[in-house]
């Protein structure tokens, strides 16, 4: 198997650290624009040098972003050629498309890296959809904000001074607000939760909030509530047939699953009508996990894996998250206007709220108060 490597950052130098012990797959050419001393040979800052390499059958894409990895991608699979990627911002938006294009040129786009890191849970979900109906997704699936989080409540550290280790760890992405405002989450929800139902959803359609307005002064609150938060990733297929879909900080029990995720961990669960709720948990960022998945999709197409494993969802999920209620932790400045019990500090527990309800009435007390926090209180 020869390869074009798009990328050689922090993952695309782990693939190549790890395709270097191969002698099943060789980097033939690596697009990247500056030139790293003793790969010079194979460098080049011309996309066609890979495009029209007959003998690259595989490209691996790690660059990142929509441009130019989306051009990229698509010219890839029309010449016939695999990929993979572990691109969730690329995927997310153009998931009908790319997958698509890939089965009608009978060739791989594989990107099991592009949710949950190591873990192997989107190979997972692939497999189990054929077997068992999909109900239910939820889990933590941002390293960076999972040590940010964890961190901050259990060392008492400052979150800019955690961030700035995330970066330094190769945890973050290029613009770390991807992580921090949950986009990089609510694009790894979309993609699996099309894997899952079957139905693409679109990563605007999910209510999303992110933990960059958290303080220490909330994390007081939660200890005293018995409480730790999570950056939690969940949808559910309703009865209805539509989808509901969000990603918000979460406040769950000091002893449940979620809190024992530690660091740059994730931990996603999937729950199927026949089987219940399995649990994914590993490193969710980072070189060498992230490289490892890579090689994980290598070596499937190396093996004759089918690319008819990866399923081709139908039409777009209709979202419906009006249905779900909870309980939220709310600390603001502004009139919350809202039935809730007042805690000290101005944080308030509110009485249930629908998701969609508390995200729009969070915008809308942004107005006045832009350093409001919210978080969802679990059962
Ligand atoms: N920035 C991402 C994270 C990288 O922290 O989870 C892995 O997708």
Redesign the pocket.
Known sequence: MKIGLLGLGTIGSGVYEHLSRRDDISVKRILELVRHPGLEHLETSDFNEILNDAEIDTVVELIGGMEPAHTFTVQALKAGKNVVS?N?LMLSHHMEQILTLAREMGVHYRYD???G?SIPFLYNLMRYRGADRLVGLSGI???????ILDVMQTDGRAFDDVLAE?QRMG???AN?S??IDGI??MC?LSIASAVAYQKYVRPEDIDTEGIRHITAGDIIHFKKMGRVCRLIASSALNADGSVSACVEPTLVPDASTEAAVRL?N?AISVTGEYFGVHTFMGQ???KDP?AFAVELGLRDILEGVSPRLNPIPEGYARIDNAAAKRRYYVRTSAPLEIAASALSGGAYVTEPIGVRDMHRLAKKLRETDPGLFFAGISE
């Open positions: 572990a969730k890296a592009s949710v890191g699936v941002n390293g960076t904000t999972n040590l995330a945890y973050a992405e770390p991807a992580d990089d989450a790894k740059n994730n969710g960022a980072g992230t």
